[in-house]
């Protein structure tokens, strides 16, 4: 009867694990509200229909509103800011928590900035709108339909 060597396992079973998430926070929430509208002096928390949002002010004039959303990467969580102004335009769009081994690369500011001056209405669409990323087509499509869908949240609720 032949001996079996478990130390050759090892190797072979850590070779076939999947990658692990390596999950990051980069903004917390006031960081994100501050990059988002550096001016403002106040952030009044004005939840709508579940949603998570701040009214951005200064000297009590409103400014516009951070609203923060999770979508799903490919298997975990992305934590995103979405600052609008009170016009109704993104300004813009910051990635707060990334929880996934790969496609990190949607806190790139080139792809992001793709968001600013979008409305609700305005084309947002994967791969003609925004462009894609190679290795984070999930991460880019989740975020860009999130946007969406709280640009006409915003519409609806909290434009005045």
């Not at 949603?51 to 400014?63: E, H, K, N, P």
């Not at 790139?108 to 003609?128: M, N, T, V, Y």
């Not at 894609?132 to 991460?139: D, P, R, V, W, Y």
Request: hydrophobic letters at 40%; one cysteine or more; proline letters at 4%.
């Amino acid at each position: 009867m032949s001996r079996i060597d478990h130390g050759v396992w090892i190797p072979v079973a850590l070779a076939c694990a999947a990658a692990p998430a390596q999950a990051a926070q980069y903004l917390t929430l006031e960081q994100a509200q501050r990059a988002l509208f550096p001016e403002a002096d106040a952030f009044a928390p004005t939840p709508v229909r579940g949603q998570r949002a701040w009214a951005a002010s200064r000297g009590g004039a409103l400014l516009g509103h951070v609203m923060v959303d999770e979508v799903i990467g490919k298997h975990e969580l992305i934590t995103y800011a979405l600052g609008v102004g009170a016009d109704g335009a993104v300004r813009n769009v910051e990635i707060m928590d990334y929880r996934e081994s790969r496609g990190g690369e949607v806190r790139d500011p080139r792809w992001r900035a793709q968001f600013k001056g979008k409305r609700s209405g305005s084309p947002l669409r994967l791969e003609e709108d925004i462009q894609n990323i190679s290795g984070a087509t999930l991460s880019c499509r989740h975020v860009t339909e999130g946007v969406r869908r709280l640009l006409a949240l915003h519409a609806a609720e909290l434009k005045k």
